[in-house]
């Protein structure tokens, strides 16, 4: 098969297919063990047949056939608003990782590197804007989207959020639709600063 009949998948494409973020594809490029090309605005593009061809050395074929489930981290104090939260993205096909101490937000969100960070602004030990702040500031989280889900509706409230580094805001009590929507939007899709 010709170059020009195969198809060029995204790193978030090769992401999903080889079940790791699309920060481990980008490094595994950099490293040369995937073969990739940039379009015009340097973006990577990965041949099939390379990326074949690279999960067959490190054996990244998936025992099942069923696709990766997207990863948010969900961050509230609140039980009854991580049920709720769990619900809705739960029935939605995402997998959700529920934090309720904002002190463990960056080990967690390190580790399991989210596609998306829905985090409450509100919390009594530590504030949203400071772990949005912290999120930001580290090399692993950095390019995780995060979403505000906030009581905050003030107009200066709302500016700081962003400010800081989020890249949604969703005023609480929210309508579940707008929540998916937005949800569906920023996932999988990383922060463009790259």
């Not at 297919?17 to 990965?46: D, E, F, M």
Request: glycine fraction near 6%; hydrophobic fraction near 40%; proline fraction near 5%.
């Amino acid at each position: 098969m010709s170059d020009r009949e195969q198809k060029a998948f995204t790193t978030f494409e090769a992401a999903r297919i080889c079940h790791v973020t699309h920060h481990s594809i980008k490094n595994w490029i950099k490293q040369g063990l995937i073969k990739a090309s940039r379009t015009p605005g340097g973006h990577y593009r990965i041949l099939e047949g390379d990326l074949d061809s690279f999960r067959e050395k490190y054996d990244m074929f998936p025992r099942d056939k069923s696709p990766a489930k997207m990863r948010i981290m969900v961050v509230d104090d609140d039980p009854d608003a991580l049920s709720l939260m769990e619900k809705i993205l739960g029935a939605e096909g995402y997998e959700l990782v529920k934090v309720s101490n904002a002190t463990e937000v960056g080990i967690k969100a390190s580790q399991m590197t989210p596609d998306l960070i829905v985090l409450d602004f509100l919390m009594p030990e530590i504030n949203g804007f400071e772990v949005c702040k912290a999120l930001r500031g580290d090399e692993t989280t950095q390019g995780i989207p995060i979403m505000a889900v906030t009581c905050l509706t003030k107009e200066a409230d709302i500016e700081r959020i962003f400010a800081c580094g989020a890249d949604e805001y969703l005023p609480k009590p929210f309508r579940v639709d707008l929540l998916i929507e937005k949800v569906r939007e920023l996932v999988g899709q990383g922060r463009m600063a790259t």
